[in-house]
Protein backbone atom coordinates (compact mmCIF):
# COMPACT_ATOMS: atom_id res chain seq x y z
CA UNK A 1 0.00 0.00 0.00
CA UNK A 2 1.65 3.38 -0.61
CA UNK A 3 1.31 6.33 1.03
CA UNK A 4 -0.25 9.64 -0.25
CA UNK A 5 2.92 12.29 0.32
CA UNK A 6 2.06 15.18 2.53
CA UNK A 7 2.62 18.94 0.81
CA UNK A 8 5.46 20.67 1.89
CA UNK A 9 8.58 22.42 0.58
CA UNK A 10 10.72 18.85 0.19
CA UNK A 11 7.41 17.58 -2.56
CA UNK A 12 7.34 21.01 -4.47
CA UNK A 13 11.06 21.31 -4.29
CA UNK A 14 11.93 17.49 -5.84
CA UNK A 15 9.53 18.24 -8.64
CA UNK A 16 11.30 21.63 -9.12
CA UNK A 17 14.58 20.14 -9.43
CA UNK A 18 13.68 16.93 -11.28
CA UNK A 19 11.59 18.66 -13.67
CA UNK A 20 14.10 21.69 -14.06
CA UNK A 21 17.09 19.18 -14.95
CA UNK A 22 14.86 17.91 -17.80
CA UNK A 23 14.22 21.60 -19.09
CA UNK A 24 17.55 22.00 -18.76
CA UNK A 25 19.28 18.85 -20.68
CA UNK A 26 16.50 20.13 -23.13
CA UNK A 27 17.48 23.53 -23.83
CA UNK A 28 21.72 22.55 -23.51
CA UNK A 29 21.60 21.50 -27.39
CA UNK A 30 20.32 25.59 -28.08
CA UNK A 31 22.98 27.24 -25.92
CA UNK A 32 21.19 28.63 -23.05
CA UNK A 33 21.04 28.11 -19.56
CA UNK A 34 17.97 28.07 -17.08
CA UNK A 35 18.30 31.59 -16.07
CA UNK A 36 19.18 32.75 -19.39
CA UNK A 37 15.67 31.07 -20.67
CA UNK A 38 13.82 33.58 -18.51
CA UNK A 39 15.21 36.71 -19.37
CA UNK A 40 14.32 35.33 -23.38
CA UNK A 41 10.98 34.60 -21.85
CA UNK A 42 10.69 38.10 -20.32
CA UNK A 43 12.10 40.23 -23.80
CA UNK A 44 9.69 37.62 -25.55
CA UNK A 45 6.84 40.34 -24.70
CA UNK A 46 8.61 43.08 -26.71
CA UNK A 47 11.30 44.89 -25.56
CA UNK A 48 11.47 46.11 -22.01
CA UNK A 49 13.77 48.88 -20.07
CA UNK A 50 16.85 47.10 -18.56
CA UNK A 51 16.04 48.01 -15.03
CA UNK A 52 12.11 46.05 -15.33
CA UNK A 53 14.18 43.43 -17.04
CA UNK A 54 16.67 42.98 -13.98
CA UNK A 55 13.33 43.61 -11.81
CA UNK A 56 11.59 40.52 -13.82
CA UNK A 57 14.38 38.25 -13.49
CA UNK A 58 15.29 38.85 -9.94
CA UNK A 59 11.93 38.27 -8.74
CA UNK A 60 11.26 35.37 -10.45
CA UNK A 61 14.97 33.33 -10.17
CA UNK A 62 15.05 35.13 -6.78
CA UNK A 63 18.76 35.70 -7.39
CA UNK A 64 20.92 39.34 -6.89
CA UNK A 65 20.89 42.27 -9.30
CA UNK A 66 24.43 41.31 -10.22
CA UNK A 67 23.90 37.93 -11.01
CA UNK A 68 20.94 39.34 -13.55
CA UNK A 69 23.08 41.77 -15.03
CA UNK A 70 25.11 38.69 -15.66
CA UNK A 71 22.78 36.89 -17.29
CA UNK A 72 21.75 39.77 -19.49
CA UNK A 73 25.36 40.23 -20.57
CA UNK A 74 25.32 37.11 -21.58
CA UNK A 75 22.56 36.86 -23.83
CA UNK A 76 23.65 40.31 -25.01
CA UNK A 77 27.16 38.51 -25.61
CA UNK A 78 25.55 35.51 -27.36
CA UNK A 79 23.97 37.73 -30.05
CA UNK A 80 20.31 36.90 -28.10
CA UNK A 81 19.37 40.06 -27.38
CA UNK A 82 20.91 43.59 -28.00
CA UNK A 83 20.66 46.73 -25.76
CA UNK A 84 19.26 49.89 -27.34
CA UNK A 85 19.55 53.63 -26.96
CA UNK A 86 15.39 54.69 -25.74
CA UNK A 87 14.24 56.77 -28.22
CA UNK A 88 12.58 59.93 -27.32
CA UNK A 89 9.02 58.69 -28.27
CA UNK A 90 9.83 56.41 -25.37
CA UNK A 91 9.96 59.49 -22.44
CA UNK A 92 12.27 57.14 -20.95
CA UNK A 93 16.25 57.38 -20.87
CA UNK A 94 16.89 53.75 -19.94
CA UNK A 95 17.97 51.60 -22.43
CA UNK A 96 15.82 49.35 -23.76
CA UNK A 97 16.56 45.22 -24.23
CA UNK A 98 15.16 43.40 -27.35
CA UNK A 99 14.99 40.12 -28.54
CA UNK A 100 17.69 39.72 -31.81
CA UNK A 101 16.60 37.64 -34.94
CA UNK A 102 18.72 34.58 -33.06
CA UNK A 103 16.98 35.34 -29.60
CA UNK A 104 13.23 35.01 -31.10
CA UNK A 105 14.62 31.98 -32.85
CA UNK A 106 16.07 30.74 -29.98
CA UNK A 107 12.99 31.34 -27.47
CA UNK A 108 10.72 29.38 -30.31
CA UNK A 109 12.75 26.43 -29.77
CA UNK A 110 12.55 26.78 -26.04
CA UNK A 111 9.13 27.24 -26.31
CA UNK A 112 9.10 24.13 -28.31
CA UNK A 113 10.95 22.09 -25.63
CA UNK A 114 8.45 23.15 -23.07
CA UNK A 115 5.53 22.38 -24.69
CA UNK A 116 7.02 18.62 -25.52
CA UNK A 117 8.18 18.19 -21.91
CA UNK A 118 4.67 19.42 -20.57
CA UNK A 119 2.85 17.37 -22.92
CA UNK A 120 5.46 14.02 -21.75
CA UNK A 121 5.37 15.77 -17.80
CA UNK A 122 1.91 16.43 -17.40
CA UNK A 123 -0.48 15.13 -20.25
CA UNK A 124 -2.19 12.67 -18.52
CA UNK A 125 -3.19 14.67 -15.52
CA UNK A 126 -6.60 15.06 -15.39
CA UNK A 127 -7.44 18.32 -15.87
CA UNK A 128 -8.86 18.86 -12.48
CA UNK A 129 -6.52 17.56 -10.95
CA UNK A 130 -3.81 19.84 -12.86
CA UNK A 131 -5.84 22.78 -12.16
CA UNK A 132 -6.35 21.86 -8.19
CA UNK A 133 -2.30 21.66 -8.29
CA UNK A 134 -1.62 24.99 -9.99
CA UNK A 135 -3.91 27.04 -7.93
CA UNK A 136 -2.02 25.27 -4.71
CA UNK A 137 1.20 26.03 -6.26
CA UNK A 138 0.02 29.64 -7.26
CA UNK A 139 -0.81 30.21 -3.17
CA UNK A 140 2.10 29.08 -2.16
CA UNK A 141 3.95 31.16 -4.22
CA UNK A 142 2.31 34.27 -3.34
CA UNK A 143 2.69 33.31 0.57
CA UNK A 144 6.73 32.84 0.11
CA UNK A 145 6.54 35.80 -2.02
CA UNK A 146 4.87 37.95 0.65
CA UNK A 147 7.29 36.34 3.21
CA UNK A 148 10.63 36.70 1.58
CA UNK A 149 9.07 40.66 1.21
CA UNK A 150 9.70 40.83 5.46
CA UNK A 151 12.62 41.52 6.45
CA UNK A 152 14.65 39.13 8.26
Not at 21 to 37: D, M, S, W
Not at 57 to 75: C, F, G, M, R, Y
Not at 124 to 129: L, S, T
Amino acid sequence: MSTVPTLNGQVIGQAHYATRALLERAIGPLGVTFNQVVALHVLAQGPVERAHLTHRVTSTLKIDESAVHQVIAQVVDAGLAQVDRPSPATGGDEPLVALTDTGRATQRGVVAAVADLSARLYGDIPADEASTAARVLTLVTERANELTAIPA
